[in-house]
């Protein structure tokens, strides 16, 4: 089964700027297309970025403008960079498959306050 590690979430200043990313292994990386997703408690799990097998991107209107997703195929990861971060941008963030339909990780954590 295809499992993701993610990493570099952390406690930032409103403004302030992270950059996530998600190990991709016992998957051939170069086929699927992925997302990054977030969650806060009560709230159901969404999609805040999207990329295909071909690097085209998509976005939830709430971080269009302020994040960026990205991959590398040659290391199994995919990236998100998160720019003028905003409180409500706190939640645990995950990646999966672009359907969200693989077994999920442990997240990593995001909070947003000064």
């Known amino acids: 089964q295809v499992q993701f590690v993610e990493s570099g979430g952390g406690l930032v200043q409103p403004g302030g700027s992270l950059r996530l990313s998600c190990v991709v292994s016992?998957?051939?990386?170069?086929?699927?297309?992925l997302g990054w997703y977030r969650q806060t408690p009560g709230k159901e799990r969404e999609l805040v970025a999207g990329?295909?097998?071909?690097?085209?991107?998509n976005y939830a209107d709430s971080v269009k403008g302020r994040f960026t997703i990205s991959r590398d195929n040659t290391k199994n990861t995919v990236y998100l960079q998160m720019n003028s971060l905003k409180p409500e941008d706190s939640a645990i963030y995950y990646c999966?498959?672009?359907?969200?339909?693989?077994?999920w990780g442990q997240g990593t954590q995001v909070t947003v306050s000064s």
């Open positions: 016992r998957g051939i990386f170069s086929l699927y297309s």
């Open positions: 990329i295909t097998t071909t690097g085209v991107t």
């Open positions: 999966n498959s672009r359907s969200g339909t693989r077994p």
